[in-house]
């Protein structure tokens, strides 16, 4: 698991003074992203082998709302590991309290097919497998 | 049924040449804006009662990519209806293939309380009901 | 001169209840998108030969707050044009009411080397050149 | 002079691969929140008297892309300050080559109205006026 901090913006808040709930999805990329670089697979590793990564489902649970200045610590995992597809798992709190809780699901692709994680990006495979 | 168009903006798409995932939770809400305008019962006029609507939860199942130009038809309804909760289903197509399903959950609150929908807002969830 | 309509949506509204005004700079891209699309050299032609068209400056002067269902008519032109650069000036109402006046300033590079216009793209030259 | 860093984030690039052009608007207003914060004088405290900032006009020269995952180091300083304006300045930079110069002038207003910022709000003028 790991642990990553977005402190929101004041362009991330909408008319009812609250983080606009789209903002999350943004964060959760932010999260994941950090977590890939953490397991020393990031985006732009994989992007350089011609390799690139949809996403394939978002679920976002919003419990409370945040604002301006807070500080959202994001916890991030991966939750499930196919062949083909694999999920990540989101908690974020402001201060220990929960906000939102959210899942995303991608896949690899190149050339517009998808590619069998295990044998095409195996060093990635074996990162996330030990996660 | 009400069907809302967008159309894909450049600074929509992202590296990957295709809108980004999280501008699809903004579509949702520009095309229930649009449904709830035409039932006669917008965002404004909701506010300006001093009641607010927070989005509950969301899920988004991207099947294919678009991009820039892309005119996106959006078919939004009211797909779930209960004292507190309401459900908006949306199916996006682009040139009759489906790029995207979603729903989306909401409630009214007042004062940070949510309210009985039929009670103090009943012209709207009759508006709903015969949706 | 070329008119584009754009409608405020809800996410670009700020806790202020006004459009947030980076939004306006996307106003102005979707604005002289359209105008090029309407010279019949739209970005994707553009791009399709190689070429890109970085932004080089912006400036925009905001007169007064537009919000949520606010329609912005951006009157479009090009005020400008160079061996290397072109302006493009907007002024944009609601209502007949001047809401923000701006100027955005371009050039078209290939190969991250700038070109001349009237060289490499003889037909946009041509088109710009009579607007 | 005070230096704020923002890390681009992937969905902040555009198709060109590159930050999307009216990002550098958000990050100027990320950089003048952080030093009106450092100045003890931030956003939400301003707010809570019942003033808003709207910001009147901005300018923005961008000198070289950046792109995902670049750190950009941002010094920003009130470049000006007269009895009813004042100007922030920008100056961006990635790895010590400058990507973007900038500025931004911003007034004060209670109830839509234009306010002296010495008398106002003295304090704040008091730590304008030192930087």
């Known amino acids: 698991m790991h642990t990553y901090q977005h402190e929101v913006k004041y362009y991330e808040c909408d008319r009812m003074g609250i983080t606009h709930h789209s903002n999350y999805v943004r964060f959760m990329e932010e ?4 977590l890939l670089d953490h397991l020393g697979y990031g ?3 994989v992007e350089a082998e011609g390799v690139v990564s949809p996403v ?3 679920q976002c649970n919003y419990k409370h709302p945040t604002t301006f ?3 959202i610590d994001i916890d991030v995992w991966i939750s ?3 062949d083909l ?3 990540f798992s989101y908690e974020m709190r402001v201060g220990g309290k929960i906000v939102c809780t959210a899942t995303s699901t991608h896949c690899f692709t190149e050339n517009n097919r998808p590619v069998v994680i295990a044998k095409r ?3 990635l495979y074996q990162a996330i497998s030990q996660e």
């Open 31 to 34: 999260a994941r992203v950090d």
């Open 43 to 45: 985006f732009d590793r």
């Open 56 to 58: 394939i489902s978002i």
């Open 69 to 71: 200045k807070d500080v």
């Open 80 to 82: 499930k590991l196919s």
């Open 85 to 87: 597809k694999f999920d």
């Open 121 to 123: 990006l195996p060093k």
